[in-house]
């Protein structure tokens, strides 16, 4: 079954602290990985995207991993602050599948909160 | 250039209620899907549009439908509503069907079923 998994569920840090989220996935055969930030009663917005090949992408002070061996990617966010206060959702594509929308699956997301 | 438009925002319907969402995707893009998103069950796939046809469905059931228009205007529907309906409906458009473009997400429709 393809499933991908988020952890930690909920995070709270101190703002300038940095933070690492996982993301486990299994699904197959793999396309490409998203990160995607959801602010509250917002619609996510893509952060990076990396396919097989690639292992590290940044996006300015997040950098996203991806070990395609192990099937596990990690979201870095460096000198957090109070803005980083979101959900953050890993969204894995299935390869060989005709349409877009229907081979993503999505995690349940990391809960986010940066405090002063 | 604007983004992903959903409308409404929110919404408190009763149950057995029926309802319309509404999405304009960006201008030129020609695929638009939807997702219900629930605090458990995080985004879930529900349809697929791209020049005015049905490509895909999830699992959810009949109750949930959908169209798109010749401009690529979206509209889901769902009909006799369960309190399990509420949740962020959530549609996204990208500019062709191929899959090699990122999905850019409207700000959602926040559904309430008494």
């Known amino acids: 079954k393809n499933q991908v998994e988020q952890s930690p569920q909920s995070l709270i840090i101190l703002e300038g602290k940095n933070c690492t989220l996982q993301?486990?996935?299994?699904?197959?055969?793999?396309?490409?990985l998203r990160w995607y930030k959801q602010d509250t009663g917002r619609g996510p917005v893509s952060l990076t995207i990396m396919t097989f090949s690639e292992n590290t992408k940044s996006n300015g002070r997040y950098t996203a991993t991806l070990d395609a061996d192990t099937k596990q990617s990690s979201l870095h966010i460096t000198a957090s602050q109070l803005s980083d206060s979101a959900s953050y959702i890993c969204?894995?594509?299935?390869?060989?599948?005709?349409?877009?929308?229907?081979?993503?699956?999505f995690g349940t997301g990391t809960r986010l909160q940066v405090t002063l | 250039k604007a983004g992903v438009t959903q409308t409404p925002r929110y919404l408190i319907k009763t149950r057995g209620q029926q309802v319309t969402l509404s999405c304009s995707p960006i201008s030129g893009h020609r695929s638009v899907s939807w997702y219900q998103q629930t605090p458990g069950q995080g985004l879930q796939f529900l349809f697929e549009y791209f020049s005015e046809t049905q490509r895909n469905k999830g699992n959810f059931p009949g109750r949930f439908s959908g169209r798109q228009f010749s401009n690529s205007r979206s509209e889901m529907n769902v009909s006799t509503l369960e309190l399990g309906d509420s949740a962020l409906y959530l549609c996204?458009?990208?500019?062709?069907?191929?899959?090699?473009?990122?999905?850019?997400f409207g700000a959602g429709s926040r559904l309430t079923v008494l």
């Open positions: 969204v894995v594509s299935r390869g060989g599948v005709t349409g877009t929308a229907s081979k993503l699956t």
């Open positions: 996204a458009s990208r500019g062709d069907f191929s899959g090699a473009n990122v999905l850019t």
């Open positions: 993301c486990n996935y299994t699904v197959s055969p793999f396309s490409n």
